[in-house]
């Protein structure tokens, strides 16, 4: 047993090793002009603008022409952005930005220390109706422009993640004078200082960019200064994944994202097309176990649970190399992620020995097992929007090991919609939810008692119900601690707790693979949330 | 005088018919939305989360309860019922929750899309479903059998399996034709391809029977003895009788066609209705759902009309009923 999770971890590694090396090696001296094809299999944003709503699919295109006042490089530190340096107070309940002076809007509106907190209060007002700005802006009780290049940002309390929240393509600044246009007009073209501006966006067909020539502020890790190389970039959105890969294979697109399994595997035997693996920071992909009630509620069922569930074979088989397990409640890319495999080993036999210490002795007639006549049944709600098939038949993998031990796992295929609303009935048992974040606060979020208390569209992140007075503390002293050892040792303590608790059972990050023309150079993802900047890119045809 | 009297009565009896059509498409059109609106209110899921950003969004109380107020979620369904009711009868769609957008120009802009690729995909469904029944009549029995078997396995192929093949073979083996749509006219050729072959085999099959039918017939036989050739036996007599029944399908075929543009706008990447109303679907986006299919029932309702047109056409002995 031991042999064989080894040699998974070693396969992991590989795979790793290789795709962290990047496809795209330098090919000559860059060369400007072209346009290019991107064709997400995200769903069409119904908003450019991610300060409304504020999702995945928003950030994606948002990148490619808005900014934010910070931004993360590869090894997680805050690097300067639009904001060239920040110093926060002793008590950290102000934080003092100091802007780039040089930089303007594409519709001519200067950027200065007034756009900063005209975003911001465009973010926090109702009416804008922004759920992941609004959410990581809880602590910012005001923001005041200082001098023109000066702004300060006043907390209720100390935040540790302010940084890292402000990072996210979904505070990003905006024009001012745009952002006082109507919110369809701003929906429909939002003006940024970003590398391209926003041409047209013809809905269900395509978003089209235009190279901004006036551009000079790329973030400090970038591969070059000044505009961009490529002339246009043609946003697509194919929602098929067969689909976007044979448009891909016939030079229609040149990058697609949202690869699956099965056809990263037949990129690799094509010498026409690259990859890039850059996994989503925030949590890693996972089962979260509804420790709120039964059967749940009992820590030995919950690790029995886990040690019945096969991951790493099924990981392995269904992904083909193309994920690595994961041990951690984090995101693998987050520096602060403690991983522990061997609290997830294989091991029917103990599970089997765990489940008759909680009492689950006796077997009905189908092999499940049974205490005081109710069947040892776990509800496991699967959004068929959300877990790609790989990950489905990942679950159905867990099902038939479980069933091994006697657990019977309900898997029920829902749609977003259904699946939002059983787990706000709270008729769920295990569930699969991702969770994308920059930095380790998203642990609060997930993993925090508040958490449990549903938002009034009765959404509430902390699906395992955990409920635990000490890792409250943990997880609230860090999020007011500014010391970045001691952050981590206590974000390290938490997710101890969180791990040994059997609450949840990693399986993987989360997946964001791309596939790539292999004359498409420079493409690169932002080490914030992962998503691709065409900034750098050319053609090299 | 008693022309007179007789012409006024035939007024009247067509004035009737079309009151009574106009009373049949009303009605459709009320049921469709009613059933509309309740099976997607029924299904779980808030409406206010398609306004908010998707699912599960994790809006603040303040922008959830203006949302609320704003599109009167906080109403009993029943009156929110009327209240879309009464927006519909005043020819409003509503504004859709989730994109920003008033649903008569959403739906009037996806609408182009879907209605030519429908078309066209009908058109071929008829000019293949013409040539292998008149083929497989005239080849023997060789060709008759093939063209049994082709329209079988042509009827039961579903649209997402055969989109895929097409993509493979014609795509990416052959290099032919963009496996998406381009916007181009090559862009076309696969989706109304997917379209067309299943439809193509089912109106196959019923063009052949009734063509082997009306060969058999004694106006057949009596036109030939008229020395019509072989050639106008076919063309003139028996395929205007045999075309009967398709015309008449071709009304439902209409209608599964705009079914089978979900799957096909979906894989090929086109804009039109399918695709709009599974996204308004999966986002619980009442407005766009209850467009889409207002769209669709009168375009139903149009196409059978004309149908109906076409078979009096076609057939002098409806024209005198």
Same mark, same amino acid.
């Given at each position: 047993m031991l042999a064989a999770t080894t040699g998974i971890i070693a396969v992991g590694l590989l795979v790793a090793g290789c795709t962290q090396a990047g496809p795209n090696e330098p090919v000559g001296e860059p060369r400007s002009g072209g346009t290019l094809t991107y064709a997400s299999g995200d769903a069409e944003p119904s908003?450019? *603008?991610?300060? $409304? =709503? =504020?999702?995945f699919p928003q950030a994606l295109v948002s990148a490619q022409y808005l900014e934010s006042l910070v931004s993360r490089d590869s090894g997680g530190r805050i690097i300067p952005w639009l904001a060239e340096s920040w110093t926060p107070s002793d008590d950290g309940l102000t934080w003092d930005f100091t802007l780039r002076d040089d930089v303007t809007f594409t519709d001519g509106t200067v950027f200065d220390a007034e756009a900063v907190r005209a975003n911001i209060a465009h973010l926090q007002d109702p009416t804008t109706l922004s759920s992941t700005g609004y959410l990581a802006l809880g602590k910012v009780a005001g923001v005041e422009a200082v001098s023109s290049t000066v702004v300060r940002f006043t907390l209720s309390e100390p935040d540790s993640a302010l940084l890292e929240s402000l990072s996210q393509p979904w505070l990003a600044m905006e024009s001012p004078t745009a952002l006082l246009r109507s919110q369809d007009e701003n929906c429909a073209s939002p003006v940024g200082t970003g590398p391209f501006i926003v041409e047209s966006w013809v809905k269900q067909n395509a978003v089209t960019l235009v190279r901004n020539d006036d551009y000079v502020s790329p973030p400090a890790d970038a591969g070059h200064s000044g505009p961009a190389y490529l002339d246009e970039v043609i946003w697509r959105f194919i929602p098929d994944s067969a689909s976007r890969y044979a448009a891909l294979q016939a030079g229609e697109v040149d990058v697609i994202d949202n690869a699956q399994p099965d056809t990263i595997m037949q990129a690799e035997? @094509? *010498?026409?097309i690259e990859q890039l693996d850059s996994p989503r920071p925030g949590a890693a992909n996972r089962i979260e176990l509804n420790s709120g009630q039964a059967p749940f509620d009992d820590v030995r069922v919950r690790e029995a649970f886990i040690r019945s569930a096969n991951v790493d074979d099924a990981v392995s088989s269904l992904f083909q190399g193309t994920a690595t397990r994961s041990?951690?409640?984090? @995101? @693998? $890319?987050?520096?602060t992620a403690v991983s522990n495999a061997a609290l997830f080993d294989y091991d029917p036999a103990a599970a089997a020995t765990l489940l008759d210490e909680a009492g689950w002795t006796e077997s009905d007639a189908d092999g499940y097992r049974v205490k005081n006549g109710v069947r040892l049944s776990v509800e496991f709600p699967v959004s068929t929007n959300q877990s790609i098939p790989a990950e489905q038949s990942v679950f159905e993998q867990i099902q038939a090991t479980a069933k091994e031990t006697g657990f019977e796992v309900k898997l029920a295929p829902l749609d977003l919609s259904s699946w939002y609303a059983a787990l706000a009935a709270n008729d769920y048992d295990a569930v699969s939810a991702p969770y994308t974040k920059v930095g380790p606060d998203v642990l609060r979020i997930l993993y925090h008692s508040d958490s449990i208390v549903p938002a009034p569209s009765g959404y509430f992140a902390n699906l395992a119900q955990v409920s635990d007075p000490d890792i409250d503390e943990l997880l609230t002293t860090a999020a007011r601690t500014t010391d970045a050892d001691e952050r981590r040792d206590l974000y390290s303590d938490a997710q101890d707790r969180i791990l040994e608790g059997f609450y949840v059972l990693p399986l993987y990050d989360q997946q964001n693979h791309f596939l790539l023309r292999s *004359? /498409? /150079? =420079?493409l690169r993802t932002l080490p914030t949330v992962a998503v691709p900047t065409l900034y750098d890119a050319w053609l090299n045809r | 005088m008693a022309e007179s009297v007789v012409r006024r009565r035939a007024a009247l009896r067509v004035l009737g018919r079309l009151a009574g059509r106009l009373g049949g498409a009303l009605f459709v059109l009320w049921a469709v939305a009613s059933i509309t609106f309740f099976a997607v209110r029924l299904i779980p899921g808030d409406p206010a989360q398609a306004v908010l950003g998707g699912p599960g969004s994790q809006a603040s109380p303040e922008a959830l309860a203006a949302v609320t107020a704003e599109y009167g979620f906080d109403q009993p369904v029943i009156v929110q019922y009327f209240a879309q009711l009464g927006r519909l009868a005043t020819g409003d769609l509503g504004r859709s929750y989730a994109l920003n957008m008033d649903v008569g120009p959403l739906v009037l802009s996806q609408l182009g899309g879907t209605l030519v690729l429908a078309v066209l995909s009908l058109a071929l469904a008829w000019l293949l479903a013409l040539a292998l029944a008149t083929w497989s009549t005239r080849g023997g029995l060789v060709a008759a059998r093939v063209a049994t078997s082709l329209e079988i396995v042509a009827a039961a192929l579903p649209h997402f399996w055969l989109a895929t093949s097409l993509i493979v073979v014609l795509s990416i083996w052959l290099g032919l034709l963009p496996p998406i749509s381009t916007g181009g006219v090559a862009g076309l050729v696969l989706p109304v391809l997917t379209l067309a072959i299943p439809l193509a085999g089912f109106l196959g099959q019923i063009m052949r029977e009734s063509l082997l039918t009306a060969l058999e017939s004694p106006f057949v036989l009596s036109a030939r003895a008229r020395g019509e050739s072989e050639r106008g036996a076919l063309w003139i007599h028996a395929l205007r009788h045999a075309s009967l029944p398709a015309i008449s399908l071709s009304g439902w075929a209409f209608g599964s066609l705009i079914s089978g543009a979900v799957v096909v706008e979906t894989i090929f990447a086109r804009p039109g209705l399918g695709r709009t109303l599974l996204g308004a679907v999966t986002l619980r986006d009442v407005p766009v759902v209850i467009g889409v299919v207002m769209i669709v029932a009168v375009a139903y309702i149009l196409m059978t009309l004309l149908t109906d047109a076409a078979s009096r056409l076609v057939d002098p002995r409806l024209r005198l009923s």
């Open positions: 908003c450019l *603008d991610p300060h $409304v =709503g =504020g999702n035997q @094509s *010498d026409a041990y951690s409640a984090l @995101s @693998s $890319v987050e520096a *004359d /498409v /150079v =420079g | -």
